[in-house]
């Protein structure tokens, strides 16, 4: 009777616990809702969602082994927010492109991937890496060298590309470029532009931009990896400790620069809005993750790429200590479909990773 008794009990607390997880798990999603500007330290709480979305998971396989009718609850919790755990982490079946499908390919280069980035003979490699691309439309960001921009456009120009490029953003279009705008809007050091190119008997609204940055310091960035490095080995208080205390910079640095993005996400959506609904693409460094009041508004009304066919966490940061995918490729849903949307893990030479998609236009597009 006592042992009945007890394991009564332990099911009430881990009902309880996952419960909790789900509340938590539903507040993580829903302060996307609320615009940093007005909200900027609540807005955070966005980041903790894998937390809590593993966490959920992690339920799911407790219950099927110790109390299988009590599964229910976590999968509750899954399916409430099943669109968000889309967004953060999709499943796709792979599914062939038309062959009238474009693609398009969006990279942060870190300034082409700095000093390390040559070879013997003095070759950048991330150029020698975009030259070989096939994709139709690249979307860059930070390539501040006009000698390397224009390296990369020598060898690009022979295979049709057109180029553009404002203020560390670079386009190159086998579309041809009808016109080319940058985009006004608050910011402290990023930009972004508008491009229309021509496509078939209609005009492509391209948008390559760099949302603003939370300007983590290389010394910030290195003393939390290192805290985060003593906390897993040692497994201490006083580890733990210090890992807080090395979060709190980060957390005070994204939530100066999180309504800076809000304000800029609401001007493109405005744009997109507008545009629509002729053809859209955006595309670049967001520097927001899946789940965030930045994706979530511009996914109103684009599709997600790596949310249609993409699979798995698809990280493109490779900063250690920060496992995000923080770029993306939206576009018009009603005009095209994407395939086989896929990050390059093997590009190392920059600290993001390149993103592309194929993206095949809709029957009657």
């Given amino acids: 009777m006592k042992r009945?008794?007890?394991?009564?009990?332990?099911?009430?607390?881990?009902?309880?616990?996952?419960?909790?997880?789900?509340?938590?798990?539903?507040?993580?999603?829903?302060?996307?809702?609320?615009?940093?500007?007005?909200?900027?330290?609540?807005?955070?709480?966005?980041?903790?969602?894998?937390?809590?979305?593993?966490?959920?998971?992690a339920f799911v396989a407790f219950w099927l082994i110790?109390?299988?009718?009590?599964?229910?609850?976590?999968l509750v919790g899954l399916a409430t927010c099943f669109s968000f755990v889309r967004d953060y982490?999709?499943?796709?079946?792979?599914?062939?492109?038309?062959?009238?499908?474009?693609?398009?390919?969006?990279?942060?280069?870190?300034?082409?991937?700095?000093?390390?980035?040559?070879?013997g003979d003095g070759q950048n490699l991330v150029v020698r890496y975009l030259a070989a691309t096939d994709a139709d439309i690249i979307c860059l960001q930070e390539t501040y060298s006009e000698a390397l921009r224009k390296t990369l456009s020598d060898s690009l120009?022979?295979?049709?590309?057109?180029?553009?490029?404002?203020?560390?953003?670079?386009?190159?279009?086998?579309?041809?470029?009808?016109?080319f705008e940058e985009l006004t809007?608050?910011?402290?050091?990023?930009?972004?532009?508008?491009?229309?190119l021509l496509?078939?008997?209609?005009?492509?609204?391209?948008?390559?931009?760099?949302?603003?940055?939370?300007?983590?310091?290389?010394e910030i960035r290195q003393k939390y990896v290192d805290a985060l490095e003593q906390t897993a080995n040692a497994n201490r208080h006083a580890t733990a400790d210090s890992l807080i205390g090395e979060v709190k910079p980060l957390l005070r640095l994204m939530a100066e620069a999180a309504p800076m993005r809000a304000a800029q996400t609401d001007i493109i959506d405005s744009i997109v809005t507008t545009w629509l609904p002729r053809p859209v693409i955006l595309c670049g460094d967001f520097n927001d993750t899946p789940v965030s009041y930045t994706h979530r508004v511009l996914t109103r009304h684009l599709t997600?790429?790596?949310?249609?066919?993409?699979?798995?966490?698809?990280?493109?940061?490779?900063?250690k200590g920060f496992p995000v995918r923080i770029?993306?490729?939206?576009?018009?849903?009603?005009?095209?479909?994407?395939?086989?949307?896929?990050?390059?893990?093997?590009?190392?030479?920059?600290?993001?990773?390149?993103?592309?998609?194929?993206?095949?236009?809709k029957s009657g597009k």
């Fill in 157 to 179: 120009e022979p295979k049709g590309y057109h180029e553009a490029s404002h203020k560390g953003l670079s386009l190159y279009s086998r579309l041809p470029v009808i016109s």
């Fill in 66 to 74: 110790f109390k299988a009718k009590r599964v229910w609850i976590p």
């Fill in 185 to 196: 809007y608050p910011t402290l050091n990023n930009s972004g532009f508008l491009a229309y």
């Fill in 199 to 218: 496509w078939r008997s209609d005009t492509i609204l391209l948008i390559n931009n760099h949302f603003e940055s939370n300007h983590f310091s290389p």
């Fill in 89 to 119: 982490m999709p499943f796709n079946l792979s599914s062939e492109p038309a062959d009238s499908a474009m693609t398009v390919l969006s990279f942060n280069t870190h300034g082409f991937g700095g000093a390390e980035a040559y070879d």
């Fill in 327 to 361: 770029d993306h490729i939206l576009f018009s849903g009603q005009h095209w479909s994407s395939h086989k949307t896929h990050v390059d893990q093997s590009m190392t030479l920059s600290d993001h990773s390149p993103i592309s998609t194929i993206l095949s236009p």
């Fill in 4 to 57: 009945n008794w007890m394991i009564t009990l332990l099911v009430h607390i881990f009902e309880g616990a996952n419960i909790a997880v789900i509340l938590l798990l539903w507040l993580s999603a829903a302060v996307t809702y609320l615009s940093p500007e007005q909200f900027p330290k609540l807005s955070l709480l966005s980041l903790v969602f894998p937390v809590f979305l593993f966490s959920d998971l």
């Fill in 304 to 319: 997600s790429a790596f949310r249609q066919s993409g699979n798995g966490l698809g990280r493109t940061f490779r900063e």
